[in-house]
């Protein structure tokens, strides 16, 4: 599985971006999908997590009810909404696939496939 996530840039505090993560080499339905994200000089740390299915959504305190995580199945492809983005929302945003049909993990470890990364950059 290759993952290719987009949709990053340079946005105002209080602005809004979509990441999109893209999957190829075979279908992700069967897959949790995460999106996790590094600032310089900070570990990794988890954003948001969906189920194979979509019913199941986890997200990290700092973001909940700014950030929405979705996927299309059909397309292959895994979304993060971001609204009211704030200056410390600015990193490098990962997504990631887990074979997993049960609750998707919030941590990095289980995660087999990773994405090479969009910069999100909010500025004050």
């Known amino acids: 599985v290759q993952l290719q996530a987009s949709g990053g840039g340079l946005v105002q505090a209080g602005g809004s971006l979509r990441l999109s993560c893209a999957a190829s080499g075979r279908t992700v339905s069967s897959y949790a999908m995460g999106w996790f994200r590094q600032a310089p000089g900070k570990e990794r740390e988890f954003v948001a997590a969906i189920s194979w299915s979509g019913r199941i959504t986890y997200y990290t305190d700092s973001v909940k009810g700014r950030f929405t995580i979705s996927r299309d199945n059909a397309k292959n492809t895994v979304y993060l909404q971001m609204s009211s983005l704030k200056p410390e929302d600015t990193a490098v945003y990962y997504c990631?696939?887990?074979?997993?049909?049960?609750?998707?993990?919030?941590?990095?470890?289980?995660?087999?496939?990773w994405g090479q990364g969009t910069q999100v950059t909010v500025s004050s």
């Open positions: 990631a696939a887990e074979r997993n049909y049960g609750n998707p993990t919030v941590v990095a470890g289980p995660y087999d496939y």
